[in-house]
């Protein structure tokens, strides 16, 4: 059980080698003082006990140093083990063994750097999945939402909305359990908080305590012992404005508000932010140029994906970056968004919005055989697209065949990584080798 520690890429054996080292200069200290008191002290009581605990009745001295040298090993090991567990066991999930938890926690650490850009329940499906394989994850979230509880806060108190960034420090957590509930209560309408949920009004008191947005996320990630970051795309207030052909007439008609836009009932034409041109989050701009892997998707078209590659300085920094950028197509049209749309159409609105030839790989789900809601039509993959290569595969959550699976797409991601740069570790870690 102890030989555990001694694992490859916990960051262990070179402390256990200090300790060694130490203890053995200790211990040779020790019997040069013990060996001089032992021939220069008169005879008395305590000499032949002296003989007995130094085992000098075996005249053999390799194997007697044999016998001290693996007591010593035992006992080292047991004290570095004890003083671990009583060290780490407040920080302990309870069933989680401590060996496992550092071995995990160093693993994650050397994990790529990651970076998803999105927004709604698309980006919190794929966090919790990526979670599992590296700690150096960053989430970029749209600010232009407008609608329900963050809606409200946006325009009583003038904040950021905090709704999608509270729902990826959710999905990063370390402990997804009683403290992330807390943070996702939502209060009912007639409580007196108009259904405001509780992560909500938390960051915007953080955000009146701090003086400032950032240090609100911050704190909170702080709180729910997050594994990453979770990043406003700018902190500009700006809003998504949409050109919306509709349906009856063919009228082209202009929608100011992300949840106005899907609620049109036509086709969308076009997105654009107002005002245009709002300068993005520093931290943000430096995560993606860091970063090894850039995902983009899953998450609504025009209102969560696309909202965020309108920010210029963001674009210009995701164009720039060295990492592997993947496209995550969704699995479902949504209403009112991507009516009819199959997995080229949504590459192509991508690229009207952002420019050509963004996507290293394009992941497609291959799975059909679900009941789907009315009104939601699986996104399906053309086979004359050429422009991007397509890795096509079972993507669907078996109880929500709407949504992507974690677990799958996460797996699916990081094997595809890993195809292109060897062994799940950062430019950074490989540099160092």
Known sequence: MQLRWL???????????????????????????????????????????????????????????????GLGLVLIGIGITGLNRALLRPFLRPGKDVIDTVAEFRRKEKGPRIVVIGGGTGLTSILRGLKSYSSNITAIVTVADDGGSSGEIRKSIGILPPGDLRNCLAALSNDEEMMTQLFQYRF?????????????????????????????????????????????ATLKNINLVGEVELAENKTIIQVRGESEISQ??????????????????????QALLNADLILVG?????????????????????????????????????????????????????????????????????????????????????????????YRADFVNVEKPWRHDPSKVAKTIIDLYMERTGPLVSKEEKSSI
């Open 7 to 69: 694992v490859p890429g916990i960051g262990i054996k070179r402390w256990v080698l200090v300790i060694l080292a130490g203890t053995t200069l200790l211990g040779l200290g020790l019997a040069v003082y013990l060996l001089d008191v032992y021939r220069t002290a008169p005879d008395g009581w305590w000499l032949p006990f002296i003989k007995i605990v130094a085992l000098q009745f075996m005249p053999n001295r390799i194997l007697r140093a044999f016998i001290f040298g």
């Open 188 to 232: 009912a309408s007639g409580a007196g908080l108009n259904g405001h949920s509780l992560g909500n009004l938390l960051i915007t008191a953080l955000t009146e305590i701090t003086g400032s947005f950032e240090a609100a996320i911050s704190e909170s990630a702080r709180v729910l012992a997050v594994q990453g970051s979770v990043l406003p």
């Open 264 to 285: 049109a009932g036509g086709r969308v034409r076009r997105v654009w932010l107002d005002p245009g041109n709002p300068t993005s989050y520093p931290p943000t701009i």
């Open 298 to 390: 899953p998450g609504s078209l025009y209102t969560s994906i696309i909202a965020n590659l309108l920010v210029p300085d963001l674009l210009e920094a995701f164009k720039a970056s060295k990492a592997y950028k993947f496209y995550i197509c969704n699995i479902a049209t949504q209403r009112g968004e991507t009516d009819g749309y199959t997995c080229e159409d949504h590459v192509r609105a991508i690229e009207k919005h952002a420019g050509h030839r963004l996507f290293d790989v394009v992941l497609a789900n291959n799975r059909y055989d679900h009941h789907m809601p009315e009104g939601t039509e699986w996104v399906k993959v053309c086979e004359d697209d050429n422009r991007y290569p397509y």
